[in-house]
Nanobody, 120 residues
Framework: QVQLVESGGGAVQAGGSLTLSCAAS????????MGWYRQAPGKQREWVAT??????????GYSDSVKGRFTISRDNAWNTVYLQMSSLKPEDTAVYYCNAKTTIAVRDYWGQGTQVTVSS
């Protein structure tokens, strides 16, 4: 089992920045990838970014809507994953969820979500 807890959400004006954190606990050493998804009101949950790798070597991927504005990073031990968000737009408003994929389960693990609100 892996438990994920997000933090760092809040309200910001357009053009501003926020950094989200996701703390992992439990069987962290089984994690092979972590990512962020978001869900705006009335919309389906969408993928934002993913980071994979082992030790200090990482690979990151981003959706087109956030590429160049968001940066995903992690510590080497999969304790915490971060999402640095800059040049925020009102359309970035959503609940942001942390996600983990592991070697011990077919299913993904999810956090409870953290709200990000960007005003124009």
């Amino acid at each position: 089992q892996v438990q994920l807890v997000e933090s760092g959400g809040g309200a910001v004006q357009a053009g501003g920045s926020l950094t989200l954190s996701c703390a992992a606990s439990g069987n962290r050493f089984s994690i092979v990838a972590m990512g962020w998804y978001r869900q705006a009101p009335g919309k389906q949950r969408e993928w934002v970014a993913t980071i994979t790798g082992s030790g200090s070597a990482n690979n990151a991927g981003y959706s087109d809507s956030v590429k160049g504005r968001f940066t995903i990073s992690r510590d080497n031990a999969w304790n915490t994953v971060y999402l640095q968000m800059s040049s925020l737009k009102p359309e970035d408003t959503a609940v942001y969820y942390c996600n983990a994929k592991t070697t011990i389960a077919v299913r993904d693990y999810w956090g409870q979500g953290t709200q990000v609100t960007v005003s124009s």
